[in-house]
């Protein structure tokens, strides 16, 4: 069984098009996070929900949006896709902001 | 700035051949510091939490340790399936829950 588990895993796409991505984890866990890897493998907090209630809004454009349905997804949409926002999206769990995280496998996403 | 720092980039030994990985940090004050092992392809994968200086943690041939500056990841006789990138993240008090990582040390075993 997928712990934390995101579709699609390879997202290619033209610039200026919408796109989701989804995350979804079994764990019960309270916290889930989206995060950003660049080329260099750094990973970068972009959201972070408890409850359904956004506690880390990082400075990312406002093109992206998550949205939290249920304590389980946390999803994310982003608008007018760029060339820059090429990356890998990971999707993380945890059972407290203070706890390790559970990862999903990351979506690659390539803006054309 | 809190900031954290892991050194080497890169490192190649043999199979066998123990070595240990760096991660330097710099914060206000330590919460904890996270190790994660990333393999091609997959999300990180949670190894060791250490909360204190002296705090030692062991998982087969990993022994990760924290001083009040540093943090280390001794690899023991390695073996191939040790390859990977791991990586180190700090939590700072008052971090607003924040983790801070390094970019990591790609670690190559060859049999």
């Known amino acids: 069984d997928t712990a934390v588990s995101q579709t699609p895993k390879y997202l290619v796409t033209q610039m200026g098009n919408d796109k989701s991505i989804k995350c979804e984890q079994n764990?019960?866990?309270?916290?889930m996070y989206w995060y950003k890897q660049d080329s260099k493998k750094f990973l970068k907090i972009m959201f972070s929900y408890n409850n359904k209630e956004l506690i880390i809004n990082e400075t990312v454009p406002n093109r992206f949006s998550p949205k939290s349905p249920d304590k389980a997804h946390l999803n994310l949409h982003i608008n007018s896709l760029e060339l820059g926002d090429s990356a890998v999206y990971f999707c993380?769990?945890?059972?407290?902001?203070?706890?390790?995280?559970?990862f999903g496998n990351g979506t690659r996403l390539t803006v054309t | 700035e809190d900031q954290v720092t892991q050194s080497p980039e890169a490192l190649r030994l043999q199979e066998g051949e123990s070595s240990s990985l760096n991660c330097s940090y710099t914060?206000?004050?330590?919460?904890?510091l996270f190790w994660y092992r990333q393999d091609p392809g997959k999300g990180p994968e949670f190894l060791f939490t250490l909360y204190s200086a002296g705090e030692e943690k062991e998982k087969e041939r990993l022994k990760a340790t924290l001083t009040k500056k540093e943090s280390f990841l001794h690899i023991t006789a390695p073996k191939p399936e040790d390859s990977a990138t791991y990586l180190c993240?700090?939590?700072?008090?008052?971090?607003?829950?924040?983790?801070?990582w390094g970019a990591g040390t790609k670690l190559i075993i060859k049999p």
């Open positions: 914060v206000s004050g330590l919460r904890g």
């Open positions: 993240a700090v939590q700072a008090s008052g971090s607003n829950y924040q983790l801070i």
């Open positions: 764990l019960g866990h309270d916290t």
């Open positions: 993380a769990s945890s059972q407290g902001p203070f706890s390790p995280l559970h």
